[in-house]
Nanobody
C-alpha cells in the first residue's frame, strides 16, 4: 500500500500562486505514475496533471496547460504541483494519486489507472 499526504492548499486571490506537495510513503516502488486530480461538489473528479517517477514524462489537462507545472523529487518521494495565474474556476479539492507503469500517456488521465489516493487539499481562489 502507498500512503499519500497532500499539503500546501489554501486561499489565494485570482492571479496568485500556490504550490501543492504530495509526499508518498510505503510501497512506492510499485508505482510510477503520479497524478493530480481535482473535484468540486456535484462534479466528477477531473484530471489535472501527471508525471512518472522513472522518466519524468508529464501530461496536463488543457485547462491548466501553461499555468500549472508538475514536478517530482525522487529522493524525497514527493510530487509537486506549482499553480500560477489561478482563477476562481480552479477552486476545488485537489487529490494526489499513485498508479502503475503505463506505456501510453492516455492512461494518465484515467481515474482507474490509480490505486492510491491522498486525503485531498482545498484550494480556494477568490475573485
Amino acid at each position: 500500500q502507498v500512503r499519500l499526504v497532500e499539503s500546501g492548499g489554501g486561499l489565494v486571490q485570482a492571479g496568485g500562486s500556490l504550490r501543492l506537495s504530495c509526499a508518498a510513503s510505503g510501497r512506492t516502488f510499485t508505482t510510477d505514475t503520479m497524478g493530480w486530480f481535482r473535484q468540486t461538489p456535484g462534479k466528477v473528479r477531473e484530471f489535472v496533471a501527471a508525471i512518472t517517477w522513472r522518466d519524468g514524462n508529464t501530461d496536463y489537462a488543457d485547462s491548466v496547460k501553461g499555468r500549472f507545472t508538475i514536478s517530482r523529487d525522487n529522493a524525497k518521494n514527493t510530487v509537486y504541483l506549482e499553480m500560477n495565474s489561478l482563477a476562481p474556476e480552479d477552486t476545488a479539492v485537489y487529490y494526489c494519486a499513485a498508479g502503475g507503469v503505463y506505456g501510453s500517456k492516455r492512461y494518465y488521465r484515467l481515474i482507474s489507472s490509480y490505486n492510491s489516493w491522498g486525503q485531498g487539499a482545498q484550494v480556494t481562489v477568490s475573485s
